[in-house]
């Protein structure tokens, strides 16, 4: 879910898929959303030639980290870098499918990243809760407050390093969407209060 939009309490901003079966589904979310009213801001979309999808957001509360990737192009960036212009919008490149594959914000400037798969140097004023690449997959996490975090169950490593970080991961089996490439952060649609 976390894909087609990037929600925010202030401001929205739907993305345009970058693979290209997938569009048309921007538009029915924005429909949703407009009968839902479910308290998120202004809608702005990312239009052609650009693309952008959630899974390459990176939000923190000093700004947005967006990989350019196979699935979200310098265009859409710097469409969403329009749409948020109160915030920081900082491009990294990426060889993933998305961003989150790799690394994912948690709190307190606290990063949980793969080094072997996204460049630490990308990340210079943040603290890396290191995750080998081994259990890579974990780095796709969800921070939901409290100290706890959403992971994939089966990765001992990373509940290890996160427990010794101060945080309480909370496992959960999201094998069957690991089958389809899809991880934690795929199944939720967090609204952003900073956005």
């Known amino acids: 879910m976390q894909d087609p939009a990037i929600l925010g309490s202030r401001r929205t901003v739907i993305g345009r898929f970058g693979e290209t079966s997938r569009r048309g589904e921007e538009e029915a979310l924005r429909e949703d959303l407009s009968d839902l009213k479910v308290g998120i801001g202004t809608i702005n979309s990312v239009v052609s030639p650009g693309t952008l999808e959630g ?16 699935r979200t192009n310098e265009n859409g960036i710097r469409q969403l870098a329009a749409c948020l ?34 460049d630490p140097i990308s990340f210079p004023d943040f603290r890396l809760i290191k995750i080998p690449l081994e259990e890579a997959y974990a780095t796709d996490a969800l921070y939901v407050g409290a100290d706890k975090v959403i992971i994939p169950s089966g990765f001992p490593k990373t509940v290890m390093k996160l427990k010794v970080a101060g945080y309480r991961p909370v496992e959960v089996d999201v094998s069957e969407f690991y089958k389809g490439d899809g991880g934690v952060t795929c199944l939720c649609s967090p609204v952003y209060n900073l956005l």
């Open 85 to 118: 212009d109160h915030l920081p919008v900082k491009a990294v490149k990426t060889s993933l499918l998305h961003l989150l594959c790799g690394c994912s914000y948690l709190s307190r400037k606290t990063m949980i990243i793969a080094p072997d798969l996204v």
């Open 55 to 70: 899974g390459d957001a990176v939000i923190t509360e000093q700004g947005i980290i967006v990989g350019e990737s196979q």
